[in-house]
């Protein structure tokens, strides 16, 4: 990127990724405007800090001095974005410096020590404890995180520190964006099929992971221990087997203590408040980074017991004697299937509810029957229609194909009837799952189930 860039424009503002690359640069003092299709919590929360947004795809919204000052202008976009937008269109025909997300993400922290996290899942819990703890560091710290933190209620985390500076980035696989990063060190949690709208097979995503191993400098790669055989030279975290892992973990009212095996002996006494099983493997993780990158004992016993979770992650929205409701991102069924086993181990012999939204036409395609076994395993499942996101449908792929193929009670519901459905239900707990708009549905349903339930 040039130093002479003084505005940004970023198309598709309001994404989880491409909202922190605005709070960046908003924080570095640039100019930043943008467009997307709808008003979101996320694009006010852009408009207060000083962002100029527009939701019509109209080049006449944007702002004269983008115009006026081209070359001082940066455009940030996402695959996610379609080619025919008339915005983009008109940014690519009057020769505008366009990059993707990706690129800009690699040069941010291109001059500085760089921390990443990837996995098709478990990453933005991990990047999200990695940053809070390194909160603690003296060095300067720039977090991108794929979700909003509760601690900072931001997806975007910065502090001022002493001489170094560090970077911390949630590592994308869609596109093969992570491969924009050269990290000092890095976190691979899993590689389990994904994405295969872009990568056709899954040969091929394990053979950009394996490329991006390889950008990691040497012996700074952390694994998750079940990836042993994909990457033999790597430091390996996990509940068992492993360099770094918890010994004999008691789960407690709020989350889990325990001890801490590592290379250089057993820290004792750490405390997690934080439910689930597989956010306890996220946690071994960041803090197997964290101490390998000199973060003290001290300050991780003291910082970690005050992360508070991330929005829509294995979220407690209502806990009461009556109901419990837990909202979490899960859209591949291996993350669904982690997300129900640690509901069932903290809550068994409870009836649980389970809404799921299936994210992307593709994804239910190429995973249908894996999404119908796992879903299977809730007692009772209402089925919202496929959230499209970037694509348009596919004959013959939706809800009603899923619904066949599971064994347990499901029923079809739109968002429109979904709240009294909900209401005519008996249950113990509430699970809501997905990452399309059923984010949207969670504060409503929160309001209905404290009044009603």
């Given at each position: 990127m040039k130093k002479t860039i003084e505005n940004i424009f970023i198309l598709g503002i309001g994404g989880i990724g491409n909202s922190a690359i605005a709070k960046y640069f908003l924080n570095s003092g640039k100019t930043v405007a943008g467009y997307d299709k709808t008003s979101s919590p996320i694009t006010k929360h852009l408009e207060q800090l000083g962002s100029s947004i527009t939701y019509e795809d109209n080049f006449n919204h944007i702002p004269p001095i983008f115009k006026q000052r081209k070359n001082a202008c940066l455009v940030v976009y996402t695959p996610a974005i379609p080619q025919e937008l008339k915005l983009f269109q008109f940014f690519r025909t009057n020769n505008f410096d366009i990059r993707k997300r990706s690129e800009v993400l690699g040069q941010i922290s291109k001059n500085t020590t760089n921390l990443s996290v990837a996995g098709t899942h478990g990453k933005t819990t991990t990047t999200a404890i990695l940053a809070h703890l390194m909160m603690r560091h003296q060095a300067s710290i720039t977090a991108f995180v794929g979700g909003i933190t509760s601690n900072y209620q931001s997806n975007f985390i910065q502090k001022e520190g002493e001489n170094e500076n560090i970077s911390i980035t949630e590592a994308d696989e869609f596109d093969r964006s992570f491969l924009q990063l050269k990290p000092q060190g890095a976190i691979i949690t899993s590689t389990d099929a994904d994405h295969l709208d872009i990568y056709k097979n899954e040969q091929n995503l394990e053979e950009s992971f394996q490329t991006f191993a390889q950008q990691v400098a040497k012996g700074n790669l952390i694994v998750n221990s079940r990836l042993k055989e994909k990457f033999p030279n790597a430091i390996f975290y996990g509940l068992k087997d492993a360099d770094y892992m918890p010994i004999q973990p008691l789960k407690t009212k709020n989350g889990w203590q325990f001890d801490l095996k590592t290379p250089k002996g057993i820290y004792k006494d750490l405390c997690l408040n934080y439910h689930g099983q597989h956010n306890l493997e996220n946690t071994i993780g960041a803090l197997s980074l964290a101490l390998h990158f000199g973060l003290s004992l001290e300050k991780i016993r003291?910082?970690?017991?005050?992360?508070?979770?991330?929005?829509?992650?294995?979220?407690?929205?209502?806990?009461?004697?009556?109901?419990?409701?837990?909202?979490?991102?899960?859209?591949?069924?291996?993350?669904?299937?982690?997300?129900?086993?640690?509901?069932?181990?903290?809550?068994?012999?409870?009836?649980?509810?389970?809404?799921?939204?299936?994210?992307?036409?593709?994804?239910?395609?190429?995973?249908?029957?894996?999404?119908?076994?796992?879903?299977?395993?809730?007692?009772?499942c209402f089925l919202l229609p496929i959230y499209p996101a970037r694509e348009k449908p596919i004959p013959g792929i939706n809800s009603s194909k899923l619904a066949q193929q599971m064994t347990n009670s499901?029923?079809?519901?739109?968002?429109?009837?979904?709240?009294?459905?909900?209401?005519?239900?008996?249950?113990?707990?509430?699970?809501?799952?997905g990452a399309g708009d059923i984010g949207l549905m969670v504060n409503p349903l929160k309001k209905i189930l404290e009044n009603e339930k």
């Open positions: 003291d910082q970690l017991p005050s992360f508070n979770g991330i929005k829509r992650r294995f979220e407690i929205v209502v806990d009461s004697k009556k109901i419990l409701f837990i909202d979490d991102y899960a859209h591949h069924p291996k993350e669904i299937e982690a997300t129900l086993n640690s509901v069932r181990d903290s809550y068994p012999q409870k009836n649980i509810l389970g809404v799921f939204q299936p994210h992307l036409f593709s994804r239910t395609r190429d995973f249908m029957a894996d999404f119908a076994k796992a879903l299977s395993k809730l007692d009772k499901v029923d079809l519901v739109s968002k429109k009837d979904l709240p009294n459905k909900i209401l005519e239900e008996s249950f113990d707990v509430l699970l809501t799952l």
